[in-house]
C-alpha cells in the first residue's frame, strides 16, 4: 500500500503537527490526516472523532487498508465531547464553518482553560470565527495561508490565552506585521477588498432602513481593509 496522499490543504495542516505531540482529528471523516502523520512518523497514535457513524467507519477503512487500526483511537460523538480533559496536546478542527468551530469550542469548557492547542482550518465564517475566538479568552498564535486550485484557505493554531481585540478589518483579514512570511497575503488582501467592496456597493444601492444602518459598519471595514492592503504592498517594496 502506497502512502495516503494529501490535498494541499490538508497537507498544510499535517506540516503544522510538532512531532511526537498526542492528537486529535476531530470530524475526521476518512482519517486522511491522522493516516499521513503516522505514517511519516511524525506522530506515535492519533485520536479521531466523528459526530456521525458513516463518516468514521470511512475512517476505520483508511486504517485497515494501511495497517494502521491498532494505533488509531475511533470515538462517535459531537465536537470534542469524546475527548477527556489533557487527552490530547493538539486538536485538529477542519473541513467545517467557523460557527461551527466557535460552537465546538464553547461547548467545551476545557478548551478554555489552557494545555491543549487547536489546529482550526474554517471554511466559511472566518471574521466571525476570529472575533469570537479573541472575545472568548483564546489566542491566535500563528495564520496561514494556502492555495488549492483557485481557492485560498486559511489555517489557525489557536490556545488559550489573552489576545489584543481585532480591528473589524483584522477580524476579516487577520492581523499582519512587517516581515512577516505570506507570500499569498496580497492576493487574500485584494480578494477580501474586492469582496467587501461589492458587499458595500449593493448595500448602497438599497433602500432598505436596515441596509442603510449598516452602511456605516461596512464603509468603515472597506476603509481598513483598504489601508492594510497599501500597508502590506508598502512592506513589500
Same mark, same amino acid.
Given at each position: 500500500?502506497?502512502?495516503?496522499? &494529501? ?5 498544510? &495542516? ?177 480578494? &477580501? ?21 449598516? &452602511? ?22
Amino acid at each position: 500500500m502506497r502512502p495516503i496522499a &494529501l490535498s494541499p490543504r490538508l497537507l498544510a &495542516l499535517a506540516r503544522q503537527v510538532p512531532q511526537g505531540v498526542r492528537f486529535a482529528d476531530v470530524g475526521t471523516d476518512h482519517a486522511r490526516l491522522p493516516v499521513w502523520l503516522l505514517e511519516h512518523g511524525v506522530i506515535d497514535h492519533a485520536i479521531a472523532t466523528d459526530l456521525r457513524e458513516g463518516p468514521l467507519e470511512r475512517a476505520r477503512e483508511t486504517a485497515r487498508r494501511h495497517e494502521l487500526t491498532d494505533r488509531i483511537s475511533f470515538r462517535l460523538g459531537d465536537g470534542l465531547a469524546p475527548l477527556e480533559r489533557g487527552e490530547a496536546d493538539l486538536c485538529a478542527i477542519a473541513g467545517m464553518g467557523g460557527e461551527t468551530i466557535a460552537g465546538i469550542l464553547a461547548a467545551a469548557p476545557w478548551a478554555g482553560e489552557g494545555g491543549t492547542r487547536f489546529l482550526l482550518q474554517p471554511m466559511s465564517s472566518i471574521p466571525e470565527l476570529r472575533g469570537w475566538l479573541w472575545r472568548n479568552g483564546f489566542r491566535i498564535e500563528r495564520e496561514e495561508l494556502i492555495q488549492e486550485g483557485e481557492t485560498l484557505y486559511v489555517s489557525l493554531t489557536v490556545s488559550a490565552g489573552p489576545m489584543s481585540p481585532l480591528t473589524p478589518a483584522e477580524e476579516w483579514a487577520g492581523q499582519q506585521r512587517q516581515g512577516m512570511a505570506a507570500p499569498l497575503r496580497s492576493l487574500y488582501l485584494t480578494r &477580501l477588498t474586492s469582496r467587501v467592496q461589492g458587499a458595500l456597493e449593493g448595500l448602497r444601492r438599497s433602500t432598505r432602513p436596515e441596509d442603510l444602518r449598516r &452602511l456605516p459598519e461596512w464603509e468603515a471595514l472597506a476603509q481598513g481593509l483598504e489601508e492594510m492592503k497599501k500597508e502590506w504592498e508598502a512592506w513589500q517594496r
